[in-house]
């Protein structure tokens, strides 16, 4: 009786597993290459970008896999990653996608920049495998100087052949479900898109002047602005709104100002909710809680139509209110080309405009001229022009000589550790050039002022004044 009963429940035990495993869906792969180092992230498609939700190491011989509990079916991208820097590998194009569902298993070689699918119980997968590998030659050309050197010249002439590839392909979508074809569609489209974008807006020997552009661009621009909400379920989703953004305001007859930009860029996306996630990607560019900020907000309020936007938000408020208006600011400090060290305090009694610059940095040079412009509107008037260097202390020299070639006049100071120093980490900077304002106090007016070229700046000044 015991060994009956013992049996019956073992049965019970396998019958709730096997139930039970139908749940999940089963990843096995192989790596090959450079083991040292390497893990394997398998990445959710949500939100038009990637998130990790699972991680493994590699066997001794290169085997890993994946149980993964499958809520909802999706796209998701399998990533080799160094582990330390968990960065991707040079070579991938991020197109090791897959469609996991609940009971999806799947067997998959990989390298750094290879990906194979061995053996699936999944149409929708030996679909999506088939257009990865195809897609991916075309990235190729797309991607920029990190897999070629090719210029428009190469790439202009295929791209035809590469959309009637994609349009032969779309032939070939029938699984019978309606959701999966509707969305394998829409990445057809948008990786041809995409990849005719990113090819002109990545390094590149030469580039093309609009004049020289297919056809194709046109029909990109005029046909295919970001309309459709699935394009959030795709890996490169919002990138491609970014780009279409781009390129559309870029290609209008009146290019919008600096300060108008978003505003022109956000009438461009027909989708309400993919204005929002613009709205949203574009935020943290704004570093205080100041004006500036406030008119961003009060300009994608309007399309943060769900709580995960509004939490993000709110999130990187939080990020940017200790740099708001009226706080103390960080004395930082410089040494002049006479090695005499200058604080932020020793101009108090003044309004101070702040510039962080390097001589390597293009945009920041280009400020120049509109910076001494200002520098002769204002003088005489209790207002210091302050520039701060992060170059690197190895090129001192370099900047020494370039402030008395350009005769640069104002305080010009060199910070000490380039973007380690403590005027970069105290202000949160990580790009530049970054203009600032501080009131006679020694209070914030803002952490990212207007640029000299900016007429927005002499009126800041005069209010301050």
């Not at 991208?77 to 991020?94: C, E, P, T, Y």
């Not at 090695?339 to 309004?351: A, F, M, P, T, V």
């Not at 510039?355 to 210091?384: N, R, S, Y």
């Not at 005769?407 to 060199?414: D, F, N, S, V, Y």
Request: hydrophobic letters at 35%; proline letters at 4%.
């Amino acid at each position: 009786m015991k060994l009956i009963t013992a049996v019956a429940l073992l049965a019970l035990m396998l019958t709730s597993c096997a139930t039970k495993n139908t749940e999940f869906a089963i990843i096995k792969g192989q790596f090959t290459g450079e083991k040292n180092g390497r893990e394997i992230h398998l990445c959710k498609v949500e939100h038009g970008e990637t998130s990790k939700v699972a991680v493994t190491s590699l066997g001794s011989d290169g085997r890993f896999g994946f149980a993964y509990a499958v809520e909802e079916p999706g796209l998701y991208v399998i990533n080799v990653m160094w582990d330390k820097s968990l960065r991707a590998v040079k070579k991938d194009h991020n197109l090791k996608r897959i469609y996991l569902e609940k009971g999806t298993e799947l067997e998959i070689k990989i390298s750094d920049g290879s990906y194979q699918l061995l053996k699936c119980n999944s149409p929708k997968n030996d679909l999506l495998s088939e257009w990865n590998t195809q897609i991916d030659s075309v990235f190729s050309y797309s991607h920029g100087f990190s897999y070629n050197i090719l210029d428009y010249t190469n790439f202009f002439p295929v791209l035809p052949e590469f959309v009637e590839q994609g349009n032969t392909f779309k032939n070939k979508i029938n699984t019978g479900d309606q959701s999966f074809d509707e969305l394998l569609n829409l990445m057809v489209e948008t990786d041809l898109n995409l990849a005719a974008l990113n090819f002109i807006y990545t390094p590149r020997g030469q580039h093309p002047e609009r004049k020289d552009y297919p056809d194709y661009y046109d029909y990109i621009l005029n046909e295919r602005a970001p309309q459709s909400k699935r394009l959030l379920e795709l890996p490169a989703g919002y990138d491609y709104t970014r780009l279409y953004t781009m390129f559309a305001v870029l290609s209008s007859p009146d290019k919008p100002s600096r300060s108008q930009w978003n505003k022109v860029a956000i009438e461009m996306i027909p989708e309400p909710l993919l204005k929002g996630y613009y709205g949203l990607n574009n935020i943290d560019r704004f570093k205080a809680y100041d004006d500036a900020y406030l008119e961003y907000k009060e300009l994608i309020t309007p399309y943060l139509s769900t709580e995960y936007l509004k939490n993000k938000v709110n999130e990187f408020e939080m990020t940017i209110r200790k740099f708001e208006k009226g706080a103390e600011a960080f004395d930082f400090a410089g040494k002049d080309i006479n090695g005499k060290e200058h604080r932020l305090s020793d101009y108090k009694g003044k309004l101070v405009y702040v510039d962080v610059w390097a001589t390597w940095c293009g945009p920041c040079k280009a400020q120049i001229p509109a910076l001494k412009e200002l520098e002769k509107k204002f003088h005489g008037q209790p207002v210091t022009f302050l520039s701060i260097s992060v170059d690197k202390m190895k090129d001192q020299k370099k900047w020494i000589d370039f402030v008395k070639s350009e005769h640069l006049e104002g305080i010009q100071l060199m910070a000490d550790k380039a973007f380690d120093s403590d005027v970069a980490k105290a202000y949160g900077i990580n790009a530049i050039p970054r203009f600032m304002l501080f009131d006679k106090e020694g209070k914030i007016v803002t952490i990212d002022a207007p640029r000299p070229s900016d007429e927005k700046i002499s009126d800041l000044l005069k209010q301050y004044l």
